[in-house]
């Protein structure tokens, strides 16, 4: 177990490197590279622009520019602002805590309210609660988030005025709220779908049917052999779709002005501010990299019967 | 055959996703003749912000468009973008699920740490760095969108591959001296569309969502080119006067996303005989 975790530990370094690398050449080395345009539209004098090229380090050759942006990520050095003139590092940090506070309410609204009525509309199947469900997930899945976020925001702000329409507050429970039910609707009713698609599954099993001759309760049966055997897949949806949550964050941040690394990624797209935007992107896949690599380790804690040699 | 009438009767979602996405595909190429008004140029100052009434269906935005006819121009767009961006991935993704389940060895270790390194990039994020390097604007959104999200169907089709690899037909290809790429494409590629085009239906649904939100975001399609998500770009200010603006084109993209969405699951039932069986 231990060896395991060790070397899937190693193998995140790769798919960083990977990663980095992509990214560093979107962003400094294409023709039309957002770093040459810094200034946005004002045309800049030759020698200001090479000034600033050999302040920022980007008049060196690709290579050298690559190494010491890997050299720099290592020590968790993400580089210096071209706006602000403040290090990356400690932009990110004061927007980090707002991102993951509105990441970790939209998981938990979406696992509590999800998981179990697609549990609950498996084991009913064909009944009108089953159906109504169903409905509601294939809707949520096909909202966009901008959408239902102006919708809700209309709703509770305009209409009902019990909550604030959009803005951090003090970091109060209210001003939460909108932007985490936001953002947890779609992963709520994708997880509502897998749920269903899995206990449906499970449900037709040989087991279940031994577990129900033997006079068992249904109630333990549904809590603790369906569940238990269900929960590899929705861990799995958990890990692969907390991806697209994390990249949904940039919308809804925007929409919500939420300041979060999603609405600094923006911001900074718009100001040109490559060393800021290349940050946060290298962010939020690390922190998508990280709870795969926890769901991998919890399988093993969930199914026994997976073994890691 | 599961194709038979009877059998796609029977799949309510089947048949509401293409009524809808039929409805939607209309409204695009008739869009000249259905919209009231021209969607960018009869802005009218005096008409700005009108409430739906019968002169403007839906209301009028803050130039004083009709968004009835700028909701229909819309399709047009998201269509576009949609097919021909997943037409863009599922070319990708094929070759390279293709490649790599039939050759196997290296190119498939490689592709396939390729395609890791890319679901490890949230789609959006991806496409949000594509657009900071390009600029906004219709064409890049297409490249963007195009070139990004092609991971999905190449793994899809690698391990149909691998499975169809060991069939008897692909044996008799092969003991006919058929050419790899003969057997490849014309073999077994046929025989294993149907869980990729469930997919690709999928993914249409998908690059509309990721369209409307770079053009919400300001960094896709440009106004005043009228794009769903565009038009909800500056609504969020004008919810309090002139909710109606934030309504209809978020309308227009749930309503196109869910029938893509329903078509694609009512396909993938009719296709998988597990699932007929059970029902």
Redesign the interface.
Known sequence: MFAFIIRRILQFI??VI??SF??FV??NV?P???ALMTGGKEILSPEIVKKLEKKWGLDKPFHVRYLNYMVGLAKGDLGTSFIRGDKVRDIIGNRLWPTLKLAVAALAIACFIGIPLGFYSAVKQGTWVDTVTMVGA??G???????SA??L??LF??VLRWLP??GYGNGDLKNLILPAVTLGIGYMALLARTTRAAVVEVL?QDYIRTAHAKGLSVLFINGKHVFRNTMVLILTTIGMQF??L???T??VE??FSWPGIGSL??DS??L?D?PV?QGC?ML??FV??SV?LSVDILYSVVDPRIRYD | MSFSWKNIKRRTNLLIGSALVMFVAGMAVFAPLLAPYHPTEDANILYSEEPPCEQFWFGTDIQGRDILSRVIYGSRISLSVGLFTQFMNSVIGIFMGLMAGYFGKWIDDLIMSITNILLSIPTLVFALAVMALMGPGLINVFIALGVTNWSYTCRLTRSQVLSAKRLNYVMAARALGYGKFRIMFNQILPNIMGPILVISTLGVAGAILLEAALSFLGLGVQPPTPSWGGMLAGAREKLFTAPWISIYPGMAIFLTVLGLNLFGDGLRDLLDPHITQQK
């Open positions: 790769p798919t990977g990663i992509i990214m979107l962003l294409l039309g590279s957002a294939v809707s899945v096909s909202m966009p988030q901008f959408w102006l919708l925001m209309y702000s305009v329409t959009f037709s991806g697209s994390m990249g949904e940039v919308v925007t929409v990624m923006v797209i718009f040109r490559t935007t992107i939020i896949i998508f990299m795969n």
